[in-house]
């Protein structure tokens, strides 16, 4: 029987992995920039670090991988934020951190969706979280590393969509008008709205199912509901992007699809006709009440997370040259019983700083040659039984299909003094 990996899981295969050290290390690379500092949090926490309190996102009450061991129940995590506030609080990093603390992650993220084009049931996510100070400026200094991100890697056909979901008051008003508004439809409406309707009546605005339903499409809006402190809020936050001249679209239906936030809420959505369901690259928002929840003061933080899946396919999609760099230095061709001596010239080589791949069992000189032109090498040492004896080894620059005769001890020096002369 042949494994299979399991339904909306995949495996990254040598081929591709380049594309996702370049993407990692371009991240990474921007993100130190802003300052941030990555932090590592467990791929599985208690369940009650995700399933919180009320929650009715569908990710914490339909997506969740939990599985109990003994009497613990634990849960592979959906997403990055609540691990990262958890540790905030557990290490009481406020107290050690200066303020706004800021923190980034990358790793697989577990969703138990219905697997297509761009949504997978593993997935990787690069996230940031910048917790302790609630600020208009911070907020649009963190859709702009995300943009950074996304412009860098050559992504043009993207937009920012972002919206308000104004502070408690306002929305509690929101929610009122909301239930009043759906009342009359509940019947109407799917099995999840209607438990949307007690829980989270916003979450009905965010339905798959019941997008074109009338009532969904002449929803009051939360922009009337603001109150004067929440409008401003939101007015700073885009006069801040304009500032940074980053363009983006108010779009007053977007409440995301998790249940924390409070004031901004985001995406970065491809404008490509063809992206699907990969379309969202990343989103995000800020949440007043995630740092108390799990036990530490009164703060504020906002975040978000990009889909590498997404990120990585929408940059090939759109060009970007990602490089492969797999080539080695030297390749060493053995010809006759010299197996010893080539492991040996190898580790000399790689211990002088040089890739180098040779072979090891007897095939012929015009086969190992082939594998030499496939490994990419700049340089290919050839010895026999006889050079051997002789302490000698035959060296090809291959670009200049010259060979030349080397003592097998100053083979590193040779190659390197050839290096250098080629700069
Ligand atoms: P999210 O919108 O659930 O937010 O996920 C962020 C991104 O992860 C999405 O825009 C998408 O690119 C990617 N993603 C999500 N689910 C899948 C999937 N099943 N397959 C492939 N990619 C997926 C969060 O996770 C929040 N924690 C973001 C955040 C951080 N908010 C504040 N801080």
């Known amino acids: 029987m042949l494994y299979q990996t399991p339904r909306g899981t995949y495996d990254i295969l040598p081929e591709e992995i380049h594309k996702w050290q370049e993407t990692e290390d371009l991240i990474r690379r921007i993100t130190k920039k802003y300052r941030y500092s990555e932090i590592r949090t467990p791929y599985f926490?208690?369940?009650?670090?995700?399933?919180?309190?009320?929650?009715?996102?569908?990710?914490?009450?339909?997506?969740?991988?939990?599985?109990?061991?003994?009497?613990?129940?634990?849960?592979?995590?959906?997403?990055?934020?609540?691990?990262?506030?958890?540790?905030?609080?557990?290490?009481?990093?406020?107290?050690?951190?200066?303020?706004?603390?800021?923190?980034?992650?990358?790793?697989?993220?577990?969703?138990?969706?219905?697997?297509?084009?761009?949504?997978?049931?593993?997935?990787?996510?690069?996230?940031?979280?910048?917790?302790?100070i609630k600020n208009p400026q911070i907020d649009a200094e963190t859709i702009a590393l995300g943009y950074d991100i996304v412009k860098e890697m050559g992504i043009s056909s993207v937009k920012v969509l972002i919206n308000t979901l104004g502070d408690d008051i306002s929305r509690e008003n929101y929610r009122t008008a909301l239930r009043e508004h759906f009342a009359p439809y509940l019947?109407?409406?799917?099995?999840?709205?209607?438990?949307?309707?007690?829980?989270?009546?916003?979450?009905?605005?965010?339905?798959?199912?019941?997008?074109?339903?009338?009532?969904?499409?002449?929803?009051?809006?939360?922009?009337?509901?603001?109150?004067?402190?929440?409008?401003?809020?939101?007015?700073?936050?885009?006069?801040?992007?304009?500032?940074?001249?980053?363009?983006?679209?108010?779009?007053?239906?977007?409440?995301?699809?998790?249940?924390?936030?409070?004031?901004?809420?985001?995406?970065?959505?491809?404008?490509?006709?063809?992206?699907?369901?990969?379309?969202?690259?990343?989103g995000g928002g800020r949440y007043d009440h995630f740092v108390s929840y799990y036990g530490g003061p009164d703060l504020s933080g906002i975040g978000f997370a990009i889909g590498l899946e997404r990120l990585i396919a929408l940059a090939s999609e759109e060009g970007h040259p990602f490089t492969k760099d797999d080539a080695v230095d030297v390749y060493v061709i053995g010809l006759g019983d010299v197996a010893e001596e080539v492991l040996k010239i190898l580790q000399d080589l790689r211990h002088a700083g040089f890739r180098a791949d040779g072979n090891f069992v007897r095939r012929s000189l015009k086969a190992q040659f082939k594998s030499a032109d496939r490994s990419g090498a700049e340089y290919i040492v050839i010895i026999g039984e006889d050079e051997v004896k002789n302490g000698t080894a035959n060296v090809k620059k291959t670009a200049e299909r010259v060979q030349e005769t080397v003592a097998i001890g100053s083979l590193a020096e040779t190659l390197r003094a050839w290096k250098g002369s080629q700069k």
Do not use: W
Request: with cysteine; glycine share 6%; aromatic share 12%.
């Open 45 to 132: 926490e208690s369940t009650s670090v995700f399933a919180r309190e009320n929650d009715s996102s569908d990710m914490v009450n339909k997506e969740m991988y939990t599985f109990t061991t003994g009497s613990e129940s634990y849960t592979l995590r959906p997403e990055g934020t609540a691990g990262v506030i958890r540790s905030f609080d557990q290490h009481k990093l406020y107290g050690s951190m200066e303020m706004p603390a800021r923190f980034y992650y990358m790793g697989a993220m577990f969703r138990h969706e219905r697997p297509q084009k761009g949504r997978q049931r593993q997935f990787h996510q690069f996230g940031v979280e910048n917790i302790g």
């Open 187 to 282: 019947d109407e409406l799917c099995g999840d709205c209607r438990r949307r309707y007690d829980q989270n009546p916003l979450r009905i605005l965010d339905c798959k199912t019941d997008h074109e339903h009338p009532a969904v499409q002449n929803a009051p809006k939360l922009s009337e509901y603001l109150n004067d402190e929440s409008r401003q809020y939101f007015a700073d936050v885009l006069h801040a992007l304009d500032a940074l001249g980053i363009p983006y679209e108010i779009d007053e239906k977007l409440v995301r699809g998790l249940d924390y936030y409070t004031h901004t809420v985001f995406e970065v959505v491809s404008t490509r006709p063809d992206s699907g369901a990969q379309a969202t690259v990343f």
